[in-house]
């Protein structure tokens, strides 16, 4: 090639620009209220068109499956020992290295619009709007670098639009936004145009009414039973408007639910059903703070293609978490179960390959693969992997996703601490504090029904996952002080 030509590519390559790259980040958002992950009762066609359009991740985990922890995560490429934010009560240290810092010292203009929880102010992004802790779903209060603003609407009406107002500034330089949507985070509301009577029954799933009788202990007492631990008004809203209202929309939501209301109550004096009813009403209201999250995702799309940037945008489609609708008759997170721990994530962009994916992955490796996108070297402080490579097909090697959830079982939920491994056909998990065991076949059990801890599987393969449990805890500079391999017997687990 002459010279002229190596220099004029040279040229047209270095004018490249990076790409622009949007992370939609979801609260509770479950794998199996997404019909591209197979669901029986959900239609998210914003969603649908991502993972047509890219690479579904059929295997995505969360470290530490609760809200901010996650967050967290997000934002460090660090599991929640090496970053420091175990619990959703502690404030996260912005002064640690950050993916909207790197993108920041790599040219990007940021922003990060919606629910944050981490209890402090974002830093490194230009320009933020976020909700105050969790949040309201109505008439949302958001804190920004000038002040407090209250906003009228349906909370992810507002943050999409805001998203769309931050994007339509026309900027030279590339640009990240991290879209962190309140939905379908409990209280489960919906729109005011959704409150109608039920039409549709839904299938419960197989172990709503399982007797857990194989599972942890803290399994039959952990507060989030559905016939049991349900709020009549705040969660069911069983004629009960959310606040912020108005009086006048207050009026309005009674009105328009008190078909819904008196048909729940009927139900559930004539069927003699608890579980069964409040089942129904849940999923219809969590579905629908869900469906909010994939119009969002449908008008960003649009937007893109309307102004001729979805050919130069990453768009990554994650949840902070799991969460459970009706498996082992709960509802909530917290557990390293697959509803729980398992969550989506699709990318569509430049370069991203339409196909599934099932090799497993984990949310510390989100920001390595921003960076990666960017064009950035992951810093070697980061301890997830980027996973750019699998979206253009090629091979890398992936680790089992650790998990480790701190909170105390004195919390709301009473869930007690553990330590788990997933492999590909294998998951195990100890629950320190309770000194039990567990272990699952994936394969040959995908809904977690027999614990097969210590006399379903054979002693090598019990003692190679401890092993490996072990290893990744050391690995990650992790004390694994939580195991006393002394102790290993099956005198004291169930």
């Known amino acids: 090639m002459a010279l002229t030509a190596v220099l004029a590519l040279s040229l047209a390559q270095a004018s490249v620009q990076p790409p622009n790259i949007i992370v939609i980040f979801s609260d509770d ?8 992950y197979g669901s029986k009762f959900a239609r998210t066609p914003g969603i649908d068109r991502l993972a047509k359009e890219g690479t579904i991740f059929r295997r995505h985990y ?3 499956p609760i809200c901010a922890p996650s967050r967290a995560t997000l934002l460090t490429g660090k599991y929640s020992h090496a970053n420091g934010h175990k619990d959703n009560a502690s404030t996260f240290d912005g002064t640690q290295e950050t993916l909207p810092k790197l993108l920041k010292q790599a040219g990007y203009e940021s922003a990060v619009i919606g629910k944050w929880h981490l209890e402090s102010k974002p830093v490194g992004f230009d320009h933020w709007e976020i909700l105050p802790g969790q949040g309201d779903y109505y008439n949302p209060r958001f804190l920004t670098e000038n002040g407090d603003r209250t906003e009228t609407g349906y909370v992810s009406n507002v943050i999409t639009e805001k998203a769309l107002a931050w994007m339509g ?32 029954r839904y299938t419960e799933p197989p172990t709503l009414r399982s007797t857990l009788d194989t599972l942890c202990s803290a399994a039959k007492t952990v507060t989030m039973n559905l016939a049991r631990d349900l709020r009549t008004k ?3 809203m069983i004629r009960y408007a959310p606040p912020r209202l108005s009086q006048a929309e207050q009026k309005q939501w009674l ?47 649009d937007y893109l293609d309307r102004h001729g940037l979805a050919k130069n945008t990453i768009v990554i489609y994650a949840s902070d978490q799991g969460f459970f609708l009706g498996e082992n008759g709960w509802y909530d997170k917290r557990w390293f179960y697959e509803p729980s721990a398992g969550t989506p994530l699709i990318i569509r962009g430049p370069g991203v390959k339409k196909q599934d994916v099932s090799r497993i992955t984990a949310n510390v490796d989100l920001a390595p693969t921003v960076l990666e996108f960017a064009g950035i070297q992951p810093p070697k402080a980061m301890q997830g992997s980027s996973l750019l490579p699998l979206t253009q097909g090629k091979p890398i090697t992936t680790q089992p996703a650790y998990g480790h959830f701190y909170e105390s079982e004195d919390g709301d ?45 054979t002693r090598t393969i019990r003692s190679e996952l401890i092993r490996k449990l072990l290893a990744r805890q050391r690995q990650l500079h992790e004390e694994p002080k939580y195991i006393r391999m002394t ?3 099956a005198s004291k687990v169930r």
């Open 29 to 36: 958002h479950a794998r199996q209220a997404i019909s591209a």
């Open 234 to 236: 705040e969660d069911l």
């Open 169 to 200: 500034a026309r900027r030279e330089r590339p640009w990240f936004l991290l879209i962190g949507h309140k939905a379908p985070h409990r209280t489960w509301v919906p729109r005011m145009d959704q409150l109608t009577a039920p039409t549709i």
């Open 62 to 64: 969360t470290s530490n």
């Open 255 to 301: 009105q328009l639910s008190e078909p819904a209301d008196r048909a729940y109550e009927d139900e559930l004096r004539t069927g003699g059903d608890p579980l069964g009813t409040n089942y129904q009403r849940y999923l219809r209201h969590y579905l629908q703070a869900a469906q909010g999250v994939d119009d969002g995702v449908s008008t960003v799309l």
């Open 487 to 489: 102790e290993i017997s």
């Open 413 to 457: 939920h009473k869930a007690p601490q553990y330590v788990s491994l997933v492999t590909e056909r294998f998951k195990i998990i100890f629950y320190y504090q309770l000194d039990e065991w567990e272990i699952f076949d994936l394969d040959s059990d995908p809904n977690e029904t027999k614990n097969l801890w210590p006399r379903g599987v």
